[in-house]
Nanobody, 120 residues
Framework: QVHVVESGGGLVRPGESLRLSCLAS????????MGWHRQAPGKQRELVAS???????NYTDSVKGRFTISRDKAKNSVYLQMNDVKPEDTAVYYC??????????????WGQGTQVTVSS
């Protein structure tokens, strides 16, 4: 069964860097896009960054110039390099993707989330 799993969250200080990873597995035949969303306490979930398997990227304004999304086609993985993190980046980060399984069905898949806390 297709699923996505995040890793790499943790506690970092303002100005430091962190790299999140996300692996899609369980019978993935094709990927259209994968991305990262985040949800801070009391706020709605928002898109942070996304990347198509054709390499088109999209970022929310607040992370432009600080975060970089990348993907590894061979590993069905997507990464979020977070530089110069700020306290307002504190949130649960979710990986998602529009994936096709070997049953030829396209669906949206979400990971369980990984906590990122930015604090001195």
């Amino acid at each position: 069964q297709v699923h996505v799993v995040e890793s790499g969250g943790g506690l970092v200080r303002p100005g430091e860097s962190l790299r999140l990873s996300c692996l899609a597995s369980g019978g993935v035949f094709s990927i259209y896009y994968m991305g990262w969303h985040r949800q801070a306490p009391g706020k709605q979930r928002e898109l942070v960054a996304s990347i198509t398997w054709g390499d088109k990227t999209n970022y929310t304004d607040s992370v432009k110039g600080r975060f970089t999304i990348s993907r590894d086609k061979a590993k069905n993985s997507v990464y979020l390099q977070m530089n110069d993190v700020k306290p307002e980046d504190t949130a649960v980060y979710y990986c998602n993707g529009h994936l096709q399984g070997y049953d030829a069905q396209w669906n949206d898949y979400w990971g369980q989330g990984t906590q990122v806390t930015v604090s001195s």
